[in-house]
């Protein structure tokens, strides 16, 4: 598997090396009820270790024999300095950059740790199971809310926005650095909207941040 490195929308490195990936699951309403999940009291936390990480323009690949592989697009947060028990103003300074990722999910294996109250690496934590976009800069997105999409084979399958968000962006890493410190080049995934659904061999995906991320791939 190639080695991923952290870039910039400009093509030039992120001198981070790249840690773990903390994760959100239901953290948009309309996604948790497509799955018939309930909308959990608190974040539902999970983690991905650094070899789910594969850069998203190069071909995707996934495990081909152990049932449905399902893409969640989701807005990633690039963590620029150490966070332990953080204040919000601390979250939101070590905000270094956006992205885009995919949360690759094996269904058919989640759905069987679900049954047996097993936690979900196995589904969620495999050999490139997080495609990662280039980072726009913080500076280059300041805006009230942020907006992005995910198109297949030119149709629009979701869209989503920091609004919708049970767990806003900057109150969600302040609560993920009080229970495991985030490092520089850790990276943050906030959650999928509605409309996460199988990848299929020979697709392309285009994915859309506001203007400032625009980029394509396609599914082997």
Not at 138 to 147: C, G, R, W
């Given at each position: 598997m190639p080695d991923y490195q952290h870039h910039w929308k400009d093509g030039t490195p992120v001198h981070l090396p790249l840690g773990k990936i903390v994760c959100i699951g239901r953290n948009y309403a309309e996604h948790a009820k497509e799955l018939n999940n309930p909308v959990p009291d608190e974040p539902l936390l999970f983690i991905k270790p650094s070899t789910a990480a594969v850069h998203i323009t190069r071909p995707i690949d996934f495990p081909r024999d152990r049932g449905e592989v399902h893409f969640e697009t989701e807005l990633a947060v690039l963590i620029g300095r150490p966070l332990t028990n953080a204040s919000a103003s601390e979250a939101q300074s070590a905000i270094l950059g956006y992205g885009l990722a995919l949360d690759l999910t094996l269904r058919d294996v989640q759905s069987k740790l679900k049954e047996k109250?097993?936690?979900?690496?196995?589904?969620?934590?495999?050999?490139?199971?997080?495609?990662?976009?280039?980072?726009?800069?913080?500076?280059?997105?300041?805006?009230?809310?942020?907006?992005?999409t995910m198109d297949i084979d030119g149709q629009r399958r979701q869209s989503g926005d920091t609004r919708d968000m049970l767990n806003p962006i900057v109150p969600l890493i302040a609560h993920m650095s009080s229970h495991f410190t985030l490092l520089p080049g850790d990276v943050v995934l906030t959650g999928t909207p509605k409309g996460v659904g199988e990848l299929r061999s020979g697709q392309t995906l285009t994915l859309e941040l506001e203007d400032a991320l625009f980029l394509q791939t396609k599914v082997v």
């Open positions: 109250g097993q936690p979900w690496e196995r589904a969620k934590a495999f050999d490139g199971a997080c495609p990662l976009s280039p980072f726009v800069p913080v500076e280059k997105l300041q805006q009230d809310h942020l907006a992005f």
